[in-house]
């Protein structure tokens, strides 16, 4: 009787262990449900490993005064898997207008200040003259290739002349003066504006977008463009690659998973 008394006790000691384990394994790999918010985060942010071949960037910024006159500057890189070294390639943008100097900027534009610090995307257009004309653009471009795009073969990739780190790069004509420097990890294009016309500022730098334009006299045309050029490789994995990767997850199996 007491042999049969100590099998029962054991054998509710083992049941009740058994029951604590399942209990936690239970909780452990008990479905989360997550929130359409942080899909929404997640959703088109990563793509497969070698999927990018080539990336670029194309910047443009140009002011056109009354008077016909143009300055401004675009730059370009382009990385790819032959790229050695990633680098902006810079070229100035001169144009002359039908002569005469346009009059002088009487408006005032104040404040502004945090513009350099925001973070993410901002374009900001502050006009304190008549008739002008602004845009601030962005485009991103997404295709699929088998190959890369080809390197322009002008050193390397690129038109213009590489703009190394600590280095600015001006130009000047009748409309005011350019210049393209390489920034806090990124590049800035600004202008500024003969007679008092204005200013615009536009950079890529620490993950962030900045197009700015301050109009203060009359009559000009003002463009900010950056452009992300994005190429995939629609040459996607075998279906042997594929069955061999479902081959390993299977193999799992008899291993308890």
């Given at each position: 009787?007491?042999?049969?008394?100590?099998?029962?006790?054991?054998?509710?000691?083992?049941?009740?262990?058994?029951?604590?384990?399942?209990?936690?394994?239970?909780?452990?790999?008990?479905?989360?449900?997550?929130?359409?918010?942080?899909?929404?985060?997640?959703?088109?942010?990563?793509?497969?490993?070698?999927?990018?071949?080539?990336?670029?960037?194309?910047?443009?910024?140009?002011?056109?005064?009354?008077?016909?006159?143009?300055?401004?500057?675009?730059?370009?890189?382009?990385?790819?898997?032959?790229?050695?070294?990633?680098?902006?390639?810079?070229?100035?943008?001169?144009?002359?207008?039908?002569?005469?100097?346009?009059?002088?900027?009487?408006?005032?534009?104040?404040?502004?200040?945090?513009?350099?610090?925001?973070?993410?995307?901002?374009?900001?257009?502050?006009?304190?003259g008549d008739g002008n004309s602004a845009?601030?653009?962005?485009?991103?471009?997404?295709?699929?290739?088998?190959?890369?795009?080809?390197?322009?073969?002008?050193?390397?990739?690129?038109?213009?002349?590489?703009?190394?780190?600590?280095?600015?790069?001006?130009?000047?004509?009748?409309?005011?003066?350019?210049?393209?420097?390489?920034?806090?990890?990124?590049?800035?294009?600004?202008?500024?504006?003969?007679?008092?016309?204005?200013?615009?500022?536009?950079?890529?730098?620490?993950?962030?977008?900045?197009?700015?334009?301050?109009?203060?006299?009359?009559?000009?045309?003002?463009?900010?463009?950056?452009?992300?050029?994005?190429?995939?490789?629609?040459?996607?994995?075998?279906?042997?690659?594929?069955?061999?990767?479902?081959?390993?997850?299977?193999a799992l199996r008899t291993m308890g998973?």
């Amino acid at each position: 009787m007491l042999r049969e008394q100590q099998m029962k006790t054991s054998y509710w000691v083992v049941a009740a262990c058994l029951a604590a384990n399942t209990s936690g394994f239970a909780d452990e790999f008990r479905p989360i449900e997550i929130k359409d918010q942080e899909l929404a985060e997640l959703r088109g942010r990563y793509v497969m490993p070698g999927r990018v071949i080539s990336f670029g960037v194309v910047m443009s910024s140009t002011w056109r005064n009354a008077s016909g006159d143009l300055i401004g500057a675009s730059t370009s890189m382009q990385l790819q898997a032959a790229t050695v070294k990633p680098e902006f390639y810079v070229s100035t943008i001169k144009q002359s207008g039908h002569g005469g100097s346009p009059r002088s900027g009487s408006g005032n534009v104040t404040g502004g200040a945090a513009l350099s610090t925001s973070r993410g995307i901002t374009q900001v257009t502050r006009a304190a003259g008549d008739g002008n004309s602004a845009n601030n653009n962005i485009a991103i471009n997404v295709k699929e290739a088998s190959t890369a795009p080809a390197l322009v073969p002008s050193q390397g990739q690129g038109q213009g002349q590489a703009l190394i780190a600590g280095q600015t790069i001006t130009g000047s004509n009748a409309a005011g003066s350019v210049a393209v420097s390489a920034t806090s990890g990124g590049v800035q294009m600004a202008i500024t504006a003969n007679n008092n016309q204005g200013s615009s500022l536009q950079q890529v730098a620490q993950g962030g977008l900045l197009q700015n334009t301050r109009l203060l006299g009359s009559s000009n045309v003002v463009d900010n463009m950056t452009q992300l050029n994005v190429v995939l490789n629609n040459n996607g994995p075998s279906a042997s690659v594929l069955d061999c990767n479902l081959n390993q997850l299977a193999a799992l199996r008899t291993m308890g998973y």
